[in-house]
T-cell receptor, first 111, second 114 residues
Framework: GEDVEQSLFLSVREGDSSVINCTYTDSSSTYLYWYKQEPGAGLQLLTYIFSNMDMKQDQRLTVLLNKKDKHLSLRIADTQTGDSAIYFCAESSLTGNQFYFGTGTSLTVIP | EAEVAQSPRYKITEKSQAVAFWCDPISGHATLYWYRQILGQGPELLVQFQDESVVDDSQLPKDRFSAERLKGVDSTLKIQPAELGDSAMYLC????????????FGQGTRLTVV
């Protein structure tokens, strides 16, 4: 499968911005996704970006894509305690439509 | 709001026993995925269906795992016999079809093999 890597842990204070980073290896990646997983639950799609885009903003979420460096980031503005969860980066390509996930970044928001 | 339904939510089984999980995708979604998520890791694909056909089962341990989607709607994943290493969260997801941008996940089945 494809390699999708993320840092394991991130702690931020409530009200600060969080930035979660991800790198991937497949240059043919078509879509890149961010999913959120709360304890014991399934994955919730937060947002996705098409590979010909540099940035996408959706309310408090901003996705930045550096296709040259194969680097994806998710910025959460005004982070709240309810944002505490594991965030997974994922990518898919035109072939097979399979999703490859990173190992997840555990975000802890400190009140 | 339409959801991917999975049952059971939790399952405890003894090793060497058989266990089965069920998934009902969002209505109209042609593509169905079964993923396994070991604690502390990201999900890994076990099998992908397009309608009733298997598209990718290269990561499915076929000596003990089987999956079917007979009518192209709901799906069953079976493990027989279960091993201790099978303890994990089993996630089902669905999407509209090929090259669809979004996959929607169910709540998962947490399997513990003792």
């Amino acid at each position: 499968g494809e390699d999708v890597e993320q840092s394991l842990f991130l702690s931020v204070r409530e009200g600060d911005s969080s930035v979660i980073n991800c790198t991937y290896t497949d240059s043919s990646s078509t879509y890149l996704y961010w999913y959120k997983q709360e304890p014991g639950a399934g994955l919730q799609l937060l947002t996705y970006i098409f590979s010909n885009m540099d940035m996408k903003q959706d309310q408090r979420l901003t996705v930045l894509l550096n296709k040259k460096d194969k680097h994806l980031s998710l910025r959460i503005a005004d982070t709240q305690t309810g944002d505490s969860a594991i965030y997974f980066c994922a990518e898919s390509s035109l072939t097979g439509n399979q999703f490859y996930f990173g190992t997840g970044t555990s975000l802890t928001v400190i009140p | 709001e339409a959801e991917v339904a999975q049952s059971p939510r939790y399952k405890i089984t003894e090793k060497s026993q058989a266990v089965a999980f069920w998934c009902d995708p969002i209505s109209g979604h042609a593509t169905l995925y079964w993923y396994r998520q070991i604690l502390g890791q990201g999900p890994e694909l076990l099998v992908q269906f397009q309608d009733e056909s298997v598209v990718d089962d290269s990561q499915l341990p076929k000596d003990r795992f089987s999956a079917e989607r007979l009518k192209g709607v709901d799906s069953t994943l079976k493990i027989q016999p279960a091993e201790l290493g099978d303890s994990a969260m089993y996630l089902c997801a669905s999407s509209l079809g090929k090259r669809n941008t979004e996959a929607f996940f169910g709540q998962g089945t947490r399997l513990t093999v003792v």
